[in-house]
């Protein structure tokens, strides 16, 4: 099974970037969907952005297009998620998800079995 390890999270300026990072390891080569998402105490999971097949579909929620961008390595080992003219409200705990089987729903959490244990990303205003 996939095991994923999300870093790269931290405290920033309203309109600074962060980049996450998410390594999978433990049969990655075998991922075909991976997602990230963000939770804010109090509130439901979000999906902010999914990927299929190694980059050949993206997906984005619409608080993020334009702003974010998901992209894996070559191997499918790692994920990324850049983070450009970050807002107060993109504050939370972001997650990396992966599963093997895709069914369509990039930006819903029952898409994925296999979860990270999250980064936190805090915006100043």
């Known amino acids: 099974q996939v095991q994923l390890v999300e870093s790269g999270g931290g405290s920033v300026q309203a309109g600074g970037s962060l980049r996450l990072s998410c390594a999978a390891s433990?049969?990655?080569?075998?991922?075909?969907?991976m997602g990230w998402f963000r939770q804010v105490p109090g509130q439901e999971r979000e999906g902010v952005a999914g990927?299929?097949?190694?980059?050949?579909?993206?997906y984005y929620a619409d608080s993020v297009k334009g702003r974010f961008t998901i992209s894996q390595d070559n191997a499918k080992s790692t994920l990324f998620l850049q983070m450009d003219s970050l807002k107060p409200e993109d504050t939370g705990m972001y997650y990396c998800?992966?599963?093997?089987?895709?069914?369509?729903?990039?930006?819903?959490?029952?898409?994925?079995?296999?979860w990270g244990q999250g980064t936190q990303v805090t915006v100043s205003s």
């Open positions: 433990d049969d990655s080569d075998s991922v075909n969907c």
């Open positions: 998800a992966a599963d093997y089987l895709c069914h369509g729903e990039a930006l819903s959490e029952t898409e994925y079995d296999y």
């Open positions: 990927i299929y097949g190694g980059g050949l579909k993206t």
